[in-house]
């Protein structure tokens, strides 16, 4: 059960520098638009995982599906804020959000190393409208409501990972994960968000916390850098690309006889550009049947 939460009061230009106002292009030519940000955000996803017996190409076999619910999604927020500003106060209701499926997790395991191979696509099942919107200069856009919680595209990702052990124990481990991102044209606009690529890194220590090691506590430092590497493209598609950097940490605590375990992280974004730039904390709970 993964819970997620966002805030941030900040949104970035292409150069990393804080707004508080965007030029829209409407049809009736430029308009100068303020921009007030203060946005909260929730992601509520029961992660469903199971892991086969067999083997493929010499790697366990696993897959995963993840339901989300949330109250808002950042990328709508974002359209908003880059096409027509405003003031954005996140006052939407909480509801389905887009459908995440990984079919296909190969992993390999050794003594020192691990590595993984995965493909998974998000499913616009989620909440998606349009919107039109009058300008000062009473031009009209049209744009994805405030208060979407899908995106309204698919998106197809291909992952790989890898977990190093210094000592054949695994007690303590080096992670990285990268993960690139191709997205199709959103609905009922002609705009395709760019590609992405993100990568994800952390190390892990496990620390026992009685005599027989039945409770294991788990801490480490932790983040994430994110980069779009291509042109969104459309009428309505921003001319920048994104990117985002964020550092922080995890502590968890792991039961061994009933295989479950409870984690929470917790991150500060330092940069980003033509983004919102903010903090997130998660709360996860798992047990393995």
């Known amino acids: 059960m993964y819970n997620y939460y966002y805030s941030t009061d900040r949104l970035n230009d292409r150069n990393g520098n804080q707004v508080s106002s965007v030029t829209v292009n409407s049809p009736a030519g430029p308009v100068d638009v303020n921009v007030n940000v203060h946005l909260h955000s929730y992601v ?18 696993g897959a995963w599906i993840a339901p989300t619910f949330a109250n ?20 939407s209701s909480f509801g389905v959000g887009d459908l995440v499926v990984q079919p296909v997790w190969l992993d390999w395991k050794m003594n020192h190393l691990d590595l993984s191979l995965a493909y998974a696509f998000y499913a616009p099942v989620g909440r998606y409208n349009t919107r039109t919107v009058t300008l000062p200069n009473n031009a009209s856009v049209t744009v ?3 208060n979407n919680i899908g995106l309204g595209y698919w998106t197809q990702q291909a992952q790989g990972a890898m977990a190093w ?48 090691k039945c ?13 779009q590497i291509t042109d969104s493209t459309g009428s309505g598609a921003s001319s920048s690309r994104s990117q985002v950097h964020g550092v ?11 295989n479950a375990f409870i984690t929470a992280h917790g991150y500060y974004e330092y940069a980003s550009e033509a983004r919102f730039q903010g903090a997130s904390i998660s709360l996860n709970l798992g047990i393995k049947f």
């Open 44 to 61: 509520f996803a029961p992660v469903l995982m199971y892991a086969s017996s067999c083997k493929i190409l010499g790697a366990n076999y």
């Open 215 to 227: 409770l294991l506590l788990e801490v480490g430092p932790a983040g994430y850098d994110s980069w």
């Open 248 to 258: 922080g940490g995890q502590v968890g605590l792991t039961y061994v006889p009933w």
């Open 72 to 91: 808002n999604t950042l990328g709508a927020e974002l359209s908003v804020a880059n096409r027509v500003g405003g003031s954005l106060n996140n006052n």
């Open 165 to 212: 052990y210094p000592w054949t124990n695994k007690a303590t481990a080096v992670m990285a994960t990268g993960t690139y991102e191709y997205n199709s044209e959103q609905r009922d606009t002609d705009v395709r968000p760019g590609q992405m690529l993100t990568l994800n890194w952390g190390i892990s220590q496990y620390l026992p916390l009685n005599k027989c």
């Open 144 to 146: 994805g409501s405030a």
